[in-house]
């Protein structure tokens, strides 16, 4: 494959950190994990906790990315951020984890066009909230959801919480694919979401990030 200048060279992405730990989000927690974390993201989410993800980071390409994860028995691949889907080459790159046997899924803010992405892919789909600083227009991505696919949402007040019911309702996602709510940190507690969780009816999943409970905020855990 020629690069992009047609020089020859490899298509390369910008990669923030690959690293093993256990997968603390979706319905994958707990599961052993290879984490991707490319680099850059257009969103500024007022609760995001991978700021030092903007900017920086290492160029690599596809075969580099691949020795990399190979050096893990872990055969479940996750692909995060940053924003993956602004890396060109993301579709080629998941599609080789596929083919090389491997459960991928791919964290996307969800205003980006996914149809890109490879079958096979397990989609964990943010819907932003009015709370984020970054609330969503396009809801696209969310008509195209399939089996496999999941929905997280983080709420940073009650109000969030009832817009996100009524756009769940709008969007018909309930019973299509998993729906999980996480407190943002500091703006609203487990105990509080839980209890509008039950109180709500609906289908959905409390979710906390087991790797902070684990080990705390920390990088390339």
Same mark, same amino acid.
């Given at each position: ?6 020089n @020859?060279?490899?298509?390369r ?5 690959i690293?093993? /730990? ?6 994958? =927690?707990?599961?052993p994990?290879?984490f ?15 700021e030092?993800a903007?900017? @920086?980071?290492? %160029?690599?390409?596809r075969?580099?990315?691949l020795?990399?994860? =190979?050096?893990y ?6 692909l995060?951020g940053?924003e993956?889907t602004? %890396?060109?080459?993301l #579709?080629e790159?998941? %599609?080789?984890?596929?083919d ?10 969800? !205003? ?7 079958? @096979?892919?397990?989609?964990i ?6 709370? /984020? =600083?970054?609330?969503?227009t396009?809801?696209? =991505? ?6 496999g696919?999941?929905?997280k949402?983080v709420?940073?007040?009650?109000d969030?919480?009832r817009?996100a ?12 694919? #998993?729906v999980?709510?996480?407190?943002s940190?500091?703006?609203?507690s487990? !105990?509080?979401?839980?209890a509008? $969780?039950l109180?709500?009816g609906k289908?959905?999943?409390? !979710?906390? %990030?087991?790797?902070? $409970?684990i ?7």
């Amino acid at each position: 494959m020629r690069g992009a200048e047609g020089n @020859g060279t490899p298509p390369r992405v910008r990669v923030t950190e690959i690293f093993h /730990s256990i997968q603390g989000e979706s319905t994958l =927690a707990g599961e052993p994990t290879v984490f991707v974390r490319f680099t850059g993201c257009d969103l500024r989410c007022q609760y995001c906790d991978t700021e030092y993800a903007f900017y @920086g980071g290492k %160029q690599m390409n596809r075969q580099e990315i691949l020795d990399e994860i =190979a050096k893990y028995q872990a055969r479940f691949v996750c692909l995060t951020g940053g924003e993956p889907t602004l %890396q060109k080459e993301l #579709p080629e790159l998941a %599609q080789e984890l596929l083919d090389r046997g491997y459960t991928v899924s791919l964290e996307t803010h969800g !205003q980006r066009p996914l149809g890109g992405i490879p079958r @096979g892919v397990r989609k964990i789909v943010d819907l932003k909230t009015p709370g /984020s =600083a970054e609330p969503h227009t396009d809801f696209t =991505a969310f008509r195209e959801l399939s089996p496999g696919d999941e929905v997280k949402v983080v709420v940073c007040s009650r109000d969030d919480f009832r817009w996100a019911l009524r756009k769940l309702d709008e969007l018909e996602v309930w019973n299509r694919v #998993p729906v999980l709510f996480s407190p943002s940190y500091g703006e609203v507690s487990p !105990q509080d979401l839980a209890a509008w $969780l039950l109180e709500s009816g609906k289908p959905a999943r409390l !979710q906390l %990030q087991l790797h902070k $409970l684990i080990w705390g905020e920390r990088r390339g855990v």
